[in-house]
Each structure stands twice: as C-alpha cells, then as structure tokens.
C-alpha cells in the first residue's frame, strides 16, 4: 500500500492563481481531510469528507473548495491563491470507526 | 469551539524520561491521541487512549488521562535522540480531529 499520497511537494504561486492539491489513499479510508500547518498553530482543518459525495467546512475553509467524486481522491481547490494561504499542506484519511488518521508527506505551499 | 493547549518547547537529557503535557475544553471527546511530527513529514500516530480508560501503556509510551481536570499526558521512558520531534495531542470533536499547537522535544546527551 502506497498510503496517503500527496502532489505537488512544492509549489510556488502568484497572487491570484489558482491551483489543485492533490490527494489520494489506497486503504479504503471513508474519512478524509485537509490541513494547514503554520508555525505556532499546530493543524487548522480546513474541510473534511466522511465518504464520497458529502463534504463538509472545517476551522479554516474561506479561500478553499473541496470535492470527493471517488472513495480514494480528496483534491484541494486554491481559486485565487493570497499571502495568507503560504502554509504546508495536509492530507489524512481515516476510517469512520477512530479518528486513527493517516497522513501524506505534505505540500509546501508558498503564494508570492 | 474546543481548544487545546500544550507548551511549545521541552528539553530533556538522553536516558531520561519526558513528559509531555496536553488540556483540553471538550468533555464530550471519544478518543484522545498522540502524533508525532519529525522534520520535514507528515504526523504519524504514536497511541490514543479511549476516554473510559486512566492510563494507557505502549513499551516506552505511557498516556495518563484525568477526565476532571481534561488533561492529557504522554510519558516517554528513557528517552532518545530519535525521539527528537513535535508532538501533538488531538482529540475527537464530532467529525473533526482537533489538534493541539505541538511541543517540540528536543533531546541533548
């Protein structure tokens, strides 16, 4: 099993672009989530899936758009990227059974 | 909304024990855990306590939880300089995790 897998690891962007975070899991997990991480914060979820077709707004989901079509992919929508949304990004999925949730590697993201 | 507080920072001795401290506001919480986060990853789940239980022991792990006071703890026993990392606490909150600011242990020999 490959896990949670996260794409890109880096990205740069401009004020204004958008972009898609991508996130997939092979284990079958119904849960999964977004998180941002930002020094001094610990996680901020930014929005959250309980299975495929039903999201839902964590703490942090202005600037945000997520959609689940499928059991495995979780994408995160930037739709005009700002300052603000400089951060490394976070992908965890779970069963629904315990919060025993499993991570990717991360996406550093910074938005000049 | 629930909230959850840890220190930022602790500094132990190689061989020595650390214990890391974690509160809490949400009484209602199911599960309460531990993550840790080394340079450069993602988080990776050390333990979790269900929230009927006093104390959970995993080899040189140990999770006290007292419901009363909504504090949780992590002991780590005869502590490494792989143990160096952040670690968060979490607990349940409905469909949510909600996460802690992390402490950094660092640990020098």
């Known amino acids: 099993n490959a896990g949670v897998t996260q794409t890109p690891k880096f990205q740069v962007l401009k004020t204004g672009q958008s972009m898609t975070l991508q996130c997939a899991q092979d284990m079958n997990h119904e849960y999964m989530s977004w998180y941002r991480q930002d020094p001094g914060m610990g996680l901020r979820l930014i929005h959250y899936?309980?299975?495929?077709?039903?999201?839902d707004q964590g703490e942090v989901p202005n600037g945000y758009n997520v959609s689940r079509s499928t059991t495995e992919d979780f994408p995160l929508r930037l739709l005009s990227a700002a300052p603000s949304q400089t951060s490394v990004y976070f992908c965890a999925s779970s069963t629904l059974a315990v919060y025993e949730q499993y991570f990717g590697p991360g996406t550093r993201l910074t938005v000049t | 909304g629930e909230d959850v507080e840890q220190s930022l920072f602790l500094s132990v001795r190689e061989g020595d024990s650390s214990v890391i401290n974690c509160t809490y506001t949400?009484?209602?919480?199911?599960?309460l855990y531990w993550y840790k986060q080394e340079p450069g990853a993602g988080l990776q789940l050390l333990t979790y306590i269900f929230s009927n239980m006093d104390m959970k022991q995993d080899q040189r792990l140990t999770v006290l939880l007292n419901k009363k006071d909504k504090h949780l703890s992590l002991r780590i026993a005869d502590t490494q300089t792989g143990d160096s990392a952040i670690y968060f606490c979490a607990v349940d909150n409905t469909d949510k995790l909600i996460f802690g600011t992390g402490t950094r242990l660092q640990v020098f020999p």
């Open positions: 949400d009484s209602s919480s199911t599960y």
């Open positions: 899936s309980v299975g495929a077709g039903i999201t």
